[in-house]
């Protein structure tokens, strides 16, 4: 949808690229499957780049498998504290995330609750 949208709006998205340079009027992308570099002008240049998973979080993960399922960050309680861990481990910053239930994993103590 996004991508409808953007293209209704005139605006070009450059997707599976990373970009090599910035100069003036100019964005320089190297095409990741390719490897093809190319020079893009522009106007105005809006510029999203994907986080990867911190490497000690891929760890936390295989330490704490029960707990740990976010797809990049460390779940943490309410205090900052590595769900899993006991309280022994605290995360905080870009590679965190305070676990937040939503309302489809308690989906069947809620019908429960209102049969």
Do not use: N, Q, T
């Given at each position: 949808m996004c991508h409808v949208l953007c293209c209704l709006a005139g605006l070009e998205l450059v997707l599976n690229t990373r970009v090599a340079s910035v100069r003036p009027g100019y964005v320089k992308v190297v095409h990741?499957?390719?490897g093809e570099e190319e020079e893009i002008?522009?106007?105005a240049c809006v510029w999203a780049t994907g986080i990867a998973m911190n490497p000690l979080v891929k760890q936390l993960q295989q330490?704490?498998?029960k707990e740990q399922k976010h797809f990049r960050s460390a779940l943490t309680d309410e205090y900052m504290r590595v769900l899993g861990s006991n309280g022994t481990i605290?995360?905080?910053g870009?590679?965190?995330t305070i676990y937040q239930p939503r309302a489809l994993e308690h989906a069947d103590a809620l019908?429960?609750?209102?049969d």
């Open positions: 990741k499957e390719a002008p522009f106007g330490l704490f498998p605290w995360a905080f870009d590679a965190s019908f429960d609750a209102a």
